[in-house]
């Protein structure tokens, strides 16, 4: 059996409060703290107060037993034996991660520190963090004995984070002394074991008890350019499909084709080869600044990367031209458009692209209605409802006697709407899809004009199915 370890996790945002009732699947006990009253009283009442997978269950699990929620970072730091940061670093005005939370959290702890104790970052920080850590711990008095700090990103993703952060591809545990990295192999034990997946009703994932996730041990700084530089590597590669894409257009290719292609190559690989209107969220375009501020900071040229920002932003606009040479004018034009969220399964509008396009539009004086499956409560404070701007409560009510149905976010349910009841629902059966998640070929066949990301628009090619 592995060995509970008392854990903290301070920060109970998107990586926070997974790791948080994760650890407690895991057999661990967890104290999450927030400084924020509110959202504590929440989470003690079972609101998880984001849309994710397996959350509300596992939180109804855990919660006021194996998973403590409290503000009192200093009890929380007395009780534990290793301590998660997973505060925001949020992007500062010049790229950077702003790191003042990190700070204050190391700070906090350094005086409430009565024992051994691993302090480790989990939230995405650039390389040296680590040793700004231990300094500022130290600048509180606080022997060296008395603690280590250890690197050890999270690499999941929204809409999956219970599952990602169970069945890992990798932990990367970034350590410099074998004491610190003994806690860290203990805490994941459950895991690299394969313990985990012998037992009943756990959330499902591609590992098994025979075949267990891989726990790799480096340096701390190592672990922290991983993370960075993980992040950067998949915004490339996006970026680089969406680059190919517009070849593609320009050639009259199909990026379908070529994608499945380059993917069929093991050393490439079919994952984030998807193209579309630009990655967005809370992880991409915050970590591929940062990256690049990094590199600039300690002289090294990785010019690459605003390359990489570049294709991004230029895909936003590539778009509405798109949207522009179906429509001719756009001023007056109503508009459907399906997804607000940054990506689908997902209630987060951060850096959506799907915003931004929608705020283009509204500025070209487009009125829109728009629907999104979880977002649309989040978008309402971005994009308030005005004569302009509605929220419908379905597709179908998005798309009534619309000019041009536009897809924005790759919700599976987009991929599924009924052709024929759409089709007679717009005034034109005009559908520009951001997300490449209709067969050209069928949209034609259904008497859409249809125009996608790097393939070959297609036109209505007789009279409707079904009318
Ligand atoms: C990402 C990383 O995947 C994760 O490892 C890290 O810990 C946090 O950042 P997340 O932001 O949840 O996770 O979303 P992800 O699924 O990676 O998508 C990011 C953005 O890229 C979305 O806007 C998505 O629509 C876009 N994307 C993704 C594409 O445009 N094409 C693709 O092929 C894949």
């Not at 790229?95 to 520190?113: F, N, T, Y």
């Not at 008890?209 to 480096?218: A, D, I, Q, V």
Request: hydrophobic share 45%; with cysteine; aromatic share 8%.
């Amino acid at each position: 059996m592995s060995k509970k370890i008392q854990i903290a996790v301070v920060g109970s945002g998107y990586v926070g409060l997974v790791a948080a009732v994760c650890f407690a699947e895991m057999g661990h006990d967890v104290i999450c703290v927030d400084n924020d009253e509110v959202k504590v009283k929440a989470l003690q009442g079972g609101d998880t107060l984001i849309h994710e997978d397996h959350l509300p269950e596992l939180l109804n699990r855990y919660r006021n037993e194996r998973v403590r929620f409290m503000t009192d970072l200093a009890e929380a730091t007395r009780e534990s034996e290793a301590i998660f940061i997973a505060v925001g670093t949020p992007q500062s005005e010049s790229g950077d991660a702003d790191l003042s939370h990190v700070e204050a959290v190391a700070s906090e702890i350094a005086r409430s520190i009565n024992g051994y104790k691993v302090i480790v970052e989990k939230s995405t920080v650039p390389v040296y963090t680590n040793e700004w850590i231990r300094r500022v711990i130290e600048r509180n008095g606080v022997g060296r004995e008395m603690f280590d700090v250890v690197s050890n990103p999270e690499f999941l993703r929204e809409g999956t984070a219970v599952s990602d952060f169970l069945h890992p591809d990798r932990i990367v545990v970034g350590a410099d002394s074998e004491r610190a990295a003994a806690v860290l192999s203990a805490i994941y034990a459950p895991l690299t074991t394969g313990e985990y997946y012998n037992v009943e009703n756990i959330i499902p994932g591609p590992f098994t008890s025979t075949e267990p996730p891989p726990l790799l041990l480096t340096s701390t700084k190592s672990a922290e350019i991983i993370k960075h530089a993980s992040n950067a590597f998949l915004a490339l590669k996006i970026s680089f499909i969406n680059a190919v894409s517009n070849l593609c257009e320009a050639a009259d290719a199909n990026v379908e084709q070529v994608a499945r292609g380059m993917g069929l190559d093991s050393r490439i690989g079919p994952k984030f080869l998807r193209p579309g209107i630009g990655y967005g969220g809370s992880c991409f375009p915050k970590d591929v600044a940062a990256f690049r501020s990094v590199a600039e900071q300690m002289g090294v040229d990785f010019s690459l990367l605003s390359e990489v920002e570049k294709i991004n932003g230029a895909q936003k606009k590539r778009f509405m031209s798109k949207v522009q040479s179906a429509l001719w004018t756009l001023r007056g034009k109503k508009l459907a458009v399906l997804g607000l969220a940054f990506k689908g399964e997902t209630d987060d509008i951060r850096e959506s692209p799907a915003i931004d396009l929608v705020e283009m539009l509204l500025a070209e004086g487009c009125a829109i209605t728009a629907y999104d499956p979880a977002a649309m409560e989040r978008a309402k404070a971005e994009l308030p409802v005005s004569a302009q701007m509605g929220y419908a409560s379905d597709a179908y009510a998005a798309a009534a006697d619309a000019d041009a149905l536009l897809i924005l976010t790759d919700w599976r349910e987009f991929a599924e709407l009924d052709l024929v009841r759409l089709n007679a629902t717009l005034r034109y059966p005009i559908v520009i899809d951001g997300r490449n998640l209709y067969d050209p070929h069928m949209m034609s066949e259904h008497g859409f004009t249809y125009m996608s990301v790097g393939r070959p628009a297609a036109k209505p090619v007789r009279e409707a199915v079904g009318a």
